[in-house]
């Protein structure tokens, strides 16, 4: 994203705020709730594109949208990956 960014920060799902310099780091493997939940409100609120989310992160578009689809469906628990499979089947077609 060229030229400024649409917010320095904003409040990440702890309450605390989040921006660029505290966003998980690129090299993130290990993807738990809350730095899902960074990464996605970080795009929400306009610190980084979802291109430059998904290229930082390496993730793909899918991978990113469905993470926000669990967060607006069913909250933080959405994003455990223990819970995914069951939330994916609940869920209708798109």
Request: include cysteine; hydrophobic fraction near 35%; proline fraction near 9%.
């Amino acid at each position: 994203m060229n030229g400024q960014r649409k917010h320095a920060r904003v409040i990440g799902p702890t309450g605390e705020p989040i921006t660029l310099e505290t966003l998980p780091p690129p090299s993130t493997k290990r993807w738990v709730i809350r730095r899902k939940a960074e990464v996605v409100a970080a795009v929400r609120g306009g610190i980084l594109s979802l291109e430059e989310a998904c290229d930082r992160y390496s993730l793909s578009v899918e991978e990113f949208l469905s993470w926000q689809r669990m967060i607006e469906s069913h909250g933080l628990p959405g994003l455990r990956t223990t819970r995914v499979q069951a939330y994916r089947r609940s869920e209708p077609p798109v």
